[in-house]
């Protein structure tokens, strides 16, 4: 009940286990805002990638096409690019409809045929508006960034957030099960650990309380080199001093008992010098 074994390996599986639910709690909470942070700032890398391309004029270009493929592909984000007359310029898919009627709605405000939705803005600039909203079709929640380049082409990028809540899931759930097994091996180890700390201990223990009882054979046989094989070596030296210090007492005490006789039997023709040695 009251082992140091004991004591340490609850010590030892309570802070791992507390340390697990920590990372579990910010891994629940942080880690989507993280991945939405780092979605928005994947939106801005595409954008200002685009945005040079296009200023220079290079949109029609093989290079330009393969770049945005890489960049979609890389980030999984949707790219549509449209002229003034609506016409589209660039796109990573292959049906816009979608993508368009999304891109149209934005740049002429007009409401979609559920009377509207409540869109989060993330970031807003005279260039592009980068927010969270929800398609009425399929009900996916997606990032998407839309606006105008500097050419005057209106722009949209878009990435899923589904993908991104079930990587949570996923990630979460994967934690508890490395939680889970990290915790039976790491109390395991403890326990193994604890064990050649404390079994030293116990033998040390085992040893004092013989020699209380003026048992002196026993000794401890550890071979460590550390603190406790430094107190089992004293303790053997101590052993052996106790030993021999009674012996030479227990030596005297007999031959003064042996003279205490010699005394009372021959006490007339005793030595006065003798008798008053011994007393």
């Known amino acids: 009940k009251h082992s140091i074994k004991n004591q340490f390996a609850m010590i030892f599986i309570a802070l791992m286990t507390g340390t697990i639910l920590l990372c579990w709690f910010l891994n629940s909470t942080l880690l989507e805002k993280y991945y939405t ?52 310029v660039t796109s990573s898919v292959h049906e816009t409809t979608a993508l368009t009627h999304e891109l149209m709605g934005h740049i002429f405000g007009v409401m979609d045929q559920n009377g509207g939705r409540q869109d989060e803005i993330l970031q807003q600039t005279d260039s ?23 050419n005057g082409n209106p722009f949209i990028i878009r ?72 107190l089992g070596n004293n303790m053997n030296q101590m052993s052996d001093r106790l030993e021999e210090t009674i012996s030479n007492c227990r030596r005297i005490s007999q031959k003064k008992s042996r003279l205490m006789k010699c005394e009372r039997s021959f006490c007339p023709m005793f030595p006065m010098n003798l008798r008053h040695r011994l007393r």
């Open 159 to 230: 990435s899923a957030l589904e993908g991104i809540h079930d990587s949570v899931k996923i990630s979460n759930r994967f934690m508890v099960y490395v939680g889970l097994l990290s915790i039976v091996l790491s109390g395991l180890t403890i326990w193994w650990v604890s064990r050649k700390i404390t079994d030293p201990i116990l033998q040390l223990a085992s040893i004092s309380k013989r020699m209380s009882d003026l048992d002196f054979n026993a000794k401890y046989t550890g071979k460590d080199k550390n603190e406790i094989g430094l």
């Open 37 to 88: 942070s780092n979605k928005q700032n994947v939106l801005l890398t595409a954008y200002h990638n685009i945005n040079e391309a296009t200023s220079k004029g290079n949109t029609n270009s093989d290079t330009f096409k393969i770049e945005v493929q890489k960049l979609c592909g890389i980030y999984n984000i949707s790219i549509l690019i449209v002229n003034a007359d609506s016409d589209i």
């Open 128 to 150: 592009y508006t980068i927010q969270n909203n929800q398609d009425y079709q399929t009900g996916i929640n997606y990032i998407e960034m839309w606006g105008v380049l500097d």
